[in-house]
């Protein structure tokens, strides 16, 4: 296809990606009265958000008798889980914005489920002194989308569907937009904006073992990367402790907050052997190395699991609360709760690292902004704590709106935007042209599944230097083997081998820079665990790691951690 | 065992069915055996896909004649018949096309909407019939300062119908829509009534009188597909039935329904 001006698109702000950040977003700009659209490679519905299971957290202290609750004792807990890598201030304001975030969502329709006097009802999660966590069952994130996606529709917010965005637009030094192929024709689109906020999610299918939906495959980091911006603590990646084994379907956290407990195959509560304190409700850090340990030491079952045991909570409350897992247990894994434990080992979950963005929202690249998953603030650091990833979508969806808005004020497109998106058309297409022409070598779904299996073998839940240089050469021999090899469909339309193929370029980018800041990072912290360097090293790093390409290759760097209230300490639970 | 799988490109003009040999291992899904078609056998091979937990609705499709979510339908359960259900007649699941269940599994694309390319079918028309429902929060009063309280009771009946995950295979199941392309469907419905049985919406009819017509509340014949097929279920027939006695009791039924 000729690049021509039906296919270019201009709005003032453009939101890639349609979940629940891309979409807290989306309402706001659209509420002040700019043009607004969301270009994503599904329907909005669609998004990874609808998975999110167990709740999200704020001091709302409706469960009195647990106490008072704060935002800065929400703070408090944020912090010590990041094993102090996160950035306090970015803390701060997230736990701050939290109560109101919750109530606006109840107020915009989100069915939150109650307690007895009809406030919402907060479950205790892990890492967490207070029952912080509201929730809708275990529903939460299919619950807040729906609602967010009601109030887009109802702001005619233009919603681009299955448009699969394949590079950032530069000129003038600033970022004016993007590329996309639209998937059910496979025509390349520009759009033009002054604004342009990446909502992309994470990246976890670069993983074999991941929660993830299979989108998850983190164009949004890439492309950022490609256009200039760094990444931060991309190595800090999550691993739930509860995947259905099997499929590695999410188990909530939850089902433990509700008093479910982790046994292995001798029947041993093995977590009070790690966390005396916390037990079964110990971080994911920690409850996840628990597990691979009892594994390995042979006190797992056969294939590699353990066992969730629910039983006690009794059927009434297992409908109540958790139905939606109770439900996946027996449609995946043939096993209901209510009789028998359920089978779960630790899959990826969770990148805590991402695109490096101020308190703000705002990349060191003019007119490019990035929240959510895709994103890094700081404000989980090392390791997350569940239910807060929730609440970053809507607090910093909201808050880098507000920032995008004020920006829209001075900010416009150079003057040759016009010129310089259909050059990014031309570029893109002559790639995807040259892509299609290529025949033989090897496939496609071979190398994927080779990337999968190195992340997870070589930088998984334990790693260490000699495991992790040679997964790091497998990663760059698979950049050498993409090139060569090739899709055979050539058709345009629907054409999922392409997709695929192009989101596999990205992931193998990722993938490095996951191996060097992990390689880089000569100490344990938080979810990254080196067993030839089992302590945390503040003297050396106690800072965030910064990626960035420099004439084509991975340059990795350090910036101070911002310590504010919250000195650091040990991490006990 | 053979997948058999309806492939449609709008160049080739005419469907046809391919069959590919599969080694079914045990928790296969039918999501599992398309993503092994695509990899090993056959990357032109289109069908939409997401969170492969049956939470995201994306891959409902017409699974041995039945709409079903493709990633949470065993392929075990097919062939030795535990998942196999009844519905009530409508074309599209006529046995049309020959196979046999104890070693093929029949995919087709989600009946009632317009393929456009193998499983993938244009949503177009489901998606416009649930925008006309106006789905968003009506509250009755201003927002106060805190959350607006709800009775536990109140949020569990609600919960039977926000598990909605739009995936279409009631719109897919039902004889109505298979007839009537202007009838709204059961998943549209189910989410008006939704709102319209919200406590912090007002008590009024004012929701019920957005499908006071045939291609609304009226429309339905209460085959009750929608609700034996509704992976999360939800029982939109349920809805129906009740919205439509409410609209009796108060006489707001529109003439000539029934």
Same mark, same amino acid.
């Given at each position: 296809?000729?690049?021509?001006?039906?296919?270019?698109?201009?709005?003032?702000?453009?939101?890639?990606?349609?979940?629940?950040?891309?979409?807290?977003?989306?309402?706001?700009?659209?509420?002040?009265?700019?043009?607004?659209?969301?270009?994503?490679?599904?329907?909005?519905?669609?998004?990874?958000?609808?998975?999110? %299971?167990?709740?999200?957290? @704020?001091?709302?202290?409706?469960?009195?008798?647990?106490?008072?609750?704060?935002?800065?004792?929400?703070?408090?807990?944020?912090?010590?889980?990041?094993?102090?890598?996160?950035?306090?201030?970015?803390?701060?304001?997230?736990?701050?914005?939290? +109560?109101?975030?919750?109530?606006?969502?109840?107020?915009?329709?989100?069915?939150?489920?109650?307690?007895?006097?009809?406030?919402?009802?907060?479950?205790?999660?892990?890492? @967490?002194?207070? +029952?912080?966590?509201?929730?809708?069952?275990?529903?939460?994130?299919?619950?807040?989308?729906?609602?967010?996606?009601?109030?887009?529709?109802?702001?005619?917010?233009?919603?681009?569907?299955?448009?699969?965005?394949?590079?950032?637009?530069?000129?003038?030094?600033?970022?004016?937009?993007?590329?996309?192929?639209?998937?059910?024709?496979?025509?390349?689109? *520009?759009?033009?904006?002054?604004?342009?906020?990446?909502?992309?999610?994470?990246?976890?299918?670069?993983?074999?073992?991941?929660?993830?939906?299979?989108?998850?495959?983190?164009?949004?980091?890439?492309?950022?990367?490609?256009?200039?911006?760094?990444?931060?603590?991309?190595?800090?990646?999550?691993?739930?402790?509860?995947?259905?084994?099997?499929?590695?379907?999410?188990?909530?956290?939850?089902?433990?907050?509700?008093?479910?407990?982790?046994?292995?195959?001798?029947? !041993?509560?093995?977590?009070?052997?790690?966390?005396?304190?916390?037990?079964?409700?110990?971080?994911?850090?920690?409850?996840?190395?628990?597990?691979? %340990?009892?594994?390995?030491?042979?006190?797992?079952?056969?294939?590699?699991?353990?066992?969730?045991?629910?039983?006690?909570?009794?059927?009434?409350?297992?409908? !109540?609360?958790?139905?939606?897992?109770?439900?996946?247990?027996?449609?995946?894994? *043939?096993?209901? +709760?209510?009789? !028998?434990?359920?089978?779960?080992?630790?899959? %990826?979950?969770?990148?805590?690292? #991402?695109?490096?963005?101020?308190?703000?929202?705002?990349?060191?690249?003019?007119?490019?902004?990035?929240?959510?998953?895709?994103?890094?603030?700081?404000?989980?650091?090392?390791?997350?704590?569940?239910?807060?990833?929730?609440?970053?979508?809507?607090?910093?969806?909201?808050?880098?709106? *507000?920032?995008?808005?004020?920006?829209?004020?001075?900010? #416009?497109?150079?003057?040759?935007?016009?010129?310089?998106?259909?050059?990014?058309?031309?570029?893109?297409?002559?790639?995807?042209?040259?892509?299609?022409?290529?025949?033989?070598?090897?496939?496609?779904?071979?190398?994927?599944?080779?990337?999968?299996?190195?992340?997870?073998?070589?930088?998984?839940?334990?790693?260490?230097?000699?495991?992790?240089?040679?997964?790091?050469?497998?990663?760059?021999?698979?950049?050498?083997?993409?090139?060569?090899?090739?899709?055979?469909?050539?058709?345009?339309?629907?054409?999922?081998?392409?997709?695929?193929?192009?989101?596999?370029? *990205?992931?193998?980018?990722?993938?490095?820079?996951?191996?060097?800041?992990?390689?880089?990072?000569?100490?344990?912290?938080?979810?990254?665990?080196?067993?030839?360097?089992?302590?945390?090293?503040?003297?050396?790093?106690?800072?965030?790691?910064?990626?960035?390409?420099?004439?084509?290759?991975?340059?990795?760097?350090?910036?101070?951690?911002?310590?504010?209230?919250? +000195?650091?300490?040990?991490?006990?639970? | 065992?053979?997948?058999?799988?309806?492939?449609?490109?709008?160049?080739?003009?005419?469907?046809?069915?391919?069959?590919?040999?599969?080694?079914?291992?045990?928790?296969?899904?039918? =999501?599992?055996?398309?993503?092994?078609?695509?990899?090993?056998?056959?990357?032109?091979?289109?069908?939409?896909? /997401?969170?492969?937990?049956?939470?995201?609705?994306?891959?409902?499709?017409?699974?041995?004649?039945?709409?079903?979510?493709?990633?949470?339908?065993?392929?075990?359960?097919?062939?030795?018949?535990?998942?196999?259900?009844?519905?009530?007649?409508?074309?599209?699941?006529?046995?049309?096309?020959?196979?046999?269940?104890?070693?093929?599994?029949?995919?087709?694309?989600?009946?009632?909407?317009?393929?456009?390319?193998?499983?993938?079918?244009?949503?177009?028309?489901?998606?416009?019939?649930?925008?006309?429902?106006?789905?968003?929060?009506?509250?009755?009063?201003?927002?106060?300062?805190?959350?607006?309280?709800?009775?536990? /009771?109140?949020?569990?009946?609600?919960?039977?119908?926000?598990?909605?995950?739009?995936?279409?295979?009631?719109?897919?199941?039902?004889?109505?829509?298979?007839?009537?392309?202007?009838?709204?469907?059961?998943?549209?419905?189910?989410? =008006?009534?939704?709102?319209?049985?919200?406590?912090?919406?007002?008590?009024? /009819?004012?929701?019920?009188?957005?499908?006071?017509?045939?291609?609304?509340?009226?429309?339905?014949?209460?085959?009750?597909?929608?609700?034996?097929?509704?992976?999360?279920?939800?029982?939109?027939?349920?809805?129906?039935?009740?919205?439509?006695?409410?609209?009796?009791?108060?006489?707001?039924?529109?003439?000539?329904?029934?």
């Amino acid at each position: 296809m000729v690049a021509d001006q039906q296919s270019i698109h201009i709005f003032d702000v453009l939101i890639i990606g349609g979940g629940l950040t891309g979409l807290r977003a989306a309402l706001e700009i659209a509420a002040a009265g700019r043009a607004v659209a969301i270009v994503s490679k599904v329907h909005p519905l669609r998004s990874h958000s609808v998975a999110a %299971q167990g709740g999200i957290n @704020a001091s709302l202290g409706n469960n009195a008798a647990a106490g008072q609750d704060s935002w800065n004792a929400h703070a408090f807990d944020t912090v010590k889980g990041s094993d102090y890598l996160a950035d306090q201030d970015a803390v701060e304001l997230m736990c701050r914005m939290a +109560p109101n975030a919750v109530i606006e969502l109840e107020h915009l329709g989100t069915v939150f489920s109650r307690q007895a006097d009809g406030k919402i009802a907060q479950r205790p999660f892990g890492g @967490a002194g207070f +029952p912080r966590t509201c929730y809708a069952a275990d529903r939460t994130g299919h619950n807040i989308l729906n609602t967010l996606y009601e109030q887009v529709l109802h702001r005619n917010v233009r919603v681009f569907e299955e448009y699969f965005v394949t590079t950032l637009a530069t000129g003038g030094g600033r970022c004016i937009g993007c590329t996309a192929l639209n998937v059910s024709d496979g025509d390349l689109h *520009g759009f033009l904006a002054p604004a342009t906020m990446l909502a992309t999610g994470g990246f976890g299918r670069i993983y074999s073992r991941s929660t993830n939906a299979l989108i998850n495959t983190g164009e949004g980091a890439s492309m950022a990367m490609r256009a200039g911006v760094a990444l931060k603590d991309m190595e800090f990646v999550q691993f739930h402790p509860t995947s259905l084994f099997g499929t590695n379907i999410l188990i909530t956290e939850g089902a433990r907050g509700e008093g479910g407990i982790l046994l292995n195959r001798n029947g !041993e509560r093995f977590m009070e052997r790690y966390a005396p304190v916390s037990k079964d409700l110990a971080p994911r850090d920690v409850v996840a190395r628990a597990i691979h %340990q009892e594994i390995g030491a042979g006190r797992g079952f056969d294939g590699g699991y353990v066992h969730l045991d629910l039983r006690h909570l009794g059927e009434e409350l297992i409908a !109540e609360r958790l139905p939606g897992i109770r439900q996946i247990a027996i449609d995946f894994a *043939g096993v209901d +709760p209510v009789n !028998e434990p359920v089978p779960v080992q630790p899959a %990826q979950h969770y990148s805590m690292g #991402g695109i490096a963005v101020d308190i703000t929202g705002a990349t060191t690249l003019p007119g490019l902004y990035a929240a959510g998953e895709s994103a890094c603030v700081s404000v989980h650091g090392a390791n997350r704590l569940g239910g807060n990833s929730l609440l970053e979508t809507v607090v910093f969806g909201l808050m880098t709106a *507000g920032t995008i808005i004020r920006d829209l004020s001075v900010a #416009g497109l150079p003057k040759d935007a016009n010129s310089s998106i259909l050059d990014a058309i031309r570029h893109e297409q002559t790639k995807i042209d040259d892509f299609l022409a290529r025949d033989g070598g090897e496939g496609m779904p071979e190398l994927r599944n080779a990337l999968k299996e190195t992340m997870y073998d070589h930088f998984g839940i334990f790693r260490n230097e000699g495991l992790m240089k040679e997964g790091l050469g497998k990663i760059l021999r698979l950049k050498e083997r993409f090139h060569k090899a090739s899709i055979e469909y050539k058709g345009l339309e629907f054409n999922f081998a392409l997709q695929r193929a192009l989101e596999l370029e *990205g992931m193998i980018t990722l993938a490095e820079v996951v191996a060097r800041g992990a390689l880089a990072r000569k100490e344990t912290r938080g979810s990254h665990a080196r067993t030839d360097y089992p302590s945390r090293d503040d003297v050396h790093f106690l800072a965030h790691t910064v990626a960035q390409l420099v004439n084509e290759k991975i340059v990795v760097a350090y910036e101070p951690v911002k310590i504010m209230t919250f +000195p650091v300490k040990g991490r006990e639970y | 065992m053979i997948l058999k799988v309806f492939r449609y490109m709008k160049e080739k003009k005419e469907p046809r069915y391919d069959s590919f040999p599969l080694d079914t291992e045990p928790g296969m899904s039918v =999501l599992g055996a398309l993503f092994e078609i695509q990899e090993k056998y056959d990357d032109s091979l289109a069908f939409r896909y /997401s969170c492969r937990g049956a939470v995201c609705g994306t891959c409902a499709m017409l699974i041995d004649k039945v709409p079903r979510l493709a990633c949470r339908t065993q392929i075990s359960s097919l062939l030795d018949g535990s998942s196999a259900m009844y519905l009530a007649p409508y074309p599209e699941i006529e046995r049309s096309v020959p196979y046999d269940p104890s070693t093929e599994v029949l995919v087709e694309p989600l009946p009632h909407l317009p393929v456009i390319r193998d499983l993938v079918v244009d949503m177009t028309r489901f998606f416009a019939a649930y925008r006309t429902m106006q789905p968003v929060f009506k509250p009755k009063d201003t927002a106060p300062d805190h959350e607006r309280t709800m009775e536990p /009771s109140a949020v569990h009946n609600l919960e039977k119908y926000t598990s909605c995950i739009l995936c279409a295979a009631c719109y897919g199941a039902c004889p109505v829509n298979a007839r009537e392309q202007e009838y709204v469907g059961p998943a549209a419905l189910a989410k =008006l009534y939704r709102f319209h049985i919200d406590p912090r919406e007002s008590e009024d /009819s004012s929701r019920l009188e957005i499908a006071n017509t045939r291609s609304g509340w009226w429309g339905c014949e209460f085959h009750t597909n929608c609700t034996r097929v509704c992976p999360k279920g939800v029982p939109p027939s349920i809805a129906i039935g009740n919205a439509r006695e409410e609209l009796n009791r108060s006489g707001r039924e529109p003439s000539g329904m029934e």
